[in-house]
């Protein structure tokens, strides 16, 4: 019963639950709703997967260097962002993962372009490759106490508290003595430092790498959309949006092409935002209380 | 190298033209509503596949079928307005994104699942046809373009300026309270609004089908570039989008011969970083417009 197709849809649960989770730090208590989340997964992949396939640099170290690009990254081109809000920072985000997927197309030295990087598979804990599904769904899990830990750390500590008065109320939260673009940069870097170690896992697991496959937009809308299903700005909604949707995106996958698919997800996206804008975590908290 | 620089600046101003098309109705939705609409790109993608298959089944010219494409792309708009938009209006913007967010994903695969991923493009008898004057090359489908483009910003212009509609929309652009305190009916105008914005991309539709190709995915590559034009031009500023889309298309253009046609939308973004830090409400924005819509 336990075979392989069962455990891979563990792990992806687990990795998705631990990108949307790391989003959630931004968009759900910073209101900085990030459309561009894929681009600091695949800095993160791209990373490990470069390093490793191209020198044979350990993972292990593409996995620092790694968080460290994408959080470099992250901050240079955030802090501009930071003078837009709302709507028009989700636009800018948006604008990213395509740079970067230009950029990965065009890098062919370094990234071989379009063709994607294969990483050879010699397992063993130096390498972070293994040969069992289920030290893949340790490890993914592992990510994913890292990321609702922190979560929780924030949700009720010093850094939530002013992320949601800048969010409410930015004009207010400043006259209060919250510095608005030092809390912003601070869960930017966070979130993006988690998101790379995604990237990394995802890398490390899939084996497999080309820039539409990291970069694309859908990637960045399945990381909104489950922390959306499940709750957003709450600690276990990114958690419980995936154990719903991603089991479900495997079937439909395998018998829906992407066109009809996304038609789907679309679809549930529009309607959570009309009838249950808090999601599965707020509709329980909801009915709890009556 | 310089000998070819009139051609690109031409060239330029007249992609450019096709730019600020279809950026008018993103800066008018959202100078009345203050809602960015996302999926702006999506229906000019459906009213390209309108004319397309008006053109494929019964041989009707693009810009004729346009008579037939924005009345029908105006009452879309006004059902989504009604049925999403309306809804969301006082919501946090987060679900305002989404929103706007998922009628894209919702129509861009609808469009891909109904018609499938292949590009399609409308033969006419001008599509490759140009014009030469003073030595420099126009083709005829970005003159046909450039032209109802700076129509249709003039028109929009004058509607606003003239009409006892237009001084109501504008009302509202400038301060939605006041507005509805002087009894402006917002729910009516919130429609037409919305209306004219979808309307707006079904004209640059029906307009783009002739000289561009028609694929469900093709608001990818218009939407970025429509958002860099709007912010650019002044959120809300429909003379700032004509502007706006000019430079654009001029900078596209340029950056395109002299260093490589990957770094196009690279540019755009620079651009985009370079406005926000120097002048984040844009040429034609007021100074502050860039925080109102956030709230």
């Keep these: 019963m336990i075979n392989d197709y069962y455990l891979n849809i563990v792990v992806m649960t687990f990795v998705w639950a ?34 490793y396939a191209n020198y044979g640099i350990s993972p292990w170290i593409g996995l620092v260097v790694g968080i460290g690009l994408t959080t470099a990254t992250a901050v240079l081109i955030s802090w501009p962002c930071f003078r837009l809000r709302g709507a028009f920072f989700s636009l800018v985000t948006m604008v990213f993962p395509i740079v970067m997927e230009i950029l990965a197309n065009n890098w062919t030295p370094l990234t071989r372009g379009p063709s994607g990087i294969a990483l050879p598979f010699r397992p063993g804990l130096d390498n972070f490759m293994f040969n069992s599904r289920w030290s893949y769904i340790l490890a993914a899990f592992a990510l994913v106490v890292i990321v609702y830990g922190t979560t929780r750390w924030m949700h009720r500590g010093r850094l939530g508290l002013y992320l949601i008065a800048v969010r409410d109320d ?105 009838v249950a804008p808090h999601g599965v975590v707020g509709a329980f908290k909801k009915w709890r209380q009556t | 190298m310089l000998a070819i620089l009139p051609q690109l600046l031409v060239s330029g101003i007249l992609i450019g033209g096709v730019y600020a098309l279809a950026s008018v109705g993103l800066t008018l939705i959202f100078g009345v509503l203050r809602i960015v609409n996302f999926a702006q790109g999506e229906f000019i993608m459906l009213a390209m596949f309108g004319a397309f298959w008006i053109n494929y089944l019964w041989g009707i010219d693009p810009y004729v079928s346009a008579l037939a494409v924005v009345p029908a792309m105006f009452l879309l708009g006004l059902l989504v307005e009604r049925f999403v938009i309306q809804r969301i209006l006082t919501a946090p913007h987060s679900m305002q994104i989404f929103a706007t967010f998922g009628i894209s994903v919702i129509l861009q695969n609808l469009a891909l699942t109904l018609w499938g991923p292949d590009y399609r493009s409308v033969t006419t008898a001008y599509t490759s046809k140009a014009y030469s004057v003073a030595g420099l090359s126009i083709s005829a489908t970005s003159l046909f373009a450039f032209i109802p483009a700076v129509l249709m910003a003039a028109g929009l212009i004058a509607f606003l300026h003239l009409t006892r509609d237009g001084r109501a929309l504008r009302a509202l652009v400038q301060n939605r309270y006041a507005a509805t305190l002087m009894g402006v009916d917002t729910r009516r105008l919130n429609q037409l609004a919305f209306g004219c914005g979808i309307a707006c991309a079904a004209i640059s539709g029906c307009i783009l089908t002739p000289m561009y190709y028609t694929f469900p995915t093709v608001a990818v590559d218009l939407i970025v570039t429509s958002f860099v034009v709007v912010v650019l031009g002044g959120m809300g500023s429909v003379l700032g989008a004509l502007v706006g889309g000019l430079i654009i298309g001029v900078a596209q253009t340029l950056t395109g011969f002299y260093l490589s046609v990957e770094f196009k939308d690279a540019i755009a973004l620079l651009l985009f970083i370079v406005i926000l830090l120097v002048r984040p409400q844009g040429l034609f924005g007021r100074a502050g417009t860039e925080e109102m819509g956030m709230k």
């Design chain 1, 170 to 274: 930015q004009h207010a939260a400043e006259s209060m003595g919250v510095h608005p673009v030092k809390v912003k940069l601070l869960v930017t870097t966070i979130s993006a430092a988690l998101t790379s170690a995604g990237g990394f896992l995802y890398a490390q697991y899939i084996l497999f790498l080309d820039p539409p496959s990291v970069f694309s937009i859908n990637i960045s809308v399945q990381i909104a959309l489950f922390s959306l299903i499940g709750g957003l700005g709450t600690p276990f909604g990114p958690i419980v949006g995936s154990v719903l949707m991603t089991p479900l995106d495997g079937v439909l996958s395998q018998f829906l092409g992407g066109g009809p698919r996304l038609l789907i997800y679309g679809s549930v996206l529009l309607a959570v935002v009309l």
């Design chain 1, 18 to 51: 631990a990108l949307s989770g790391s989003w959630n730090l931004m968009a759900g208590y910073g209101g900085l709703v990030s459309l561009g989340h894929s681009a600091f997964f695949g800095i993160g992949a791209y990373t490990t997967a470069v390093l």
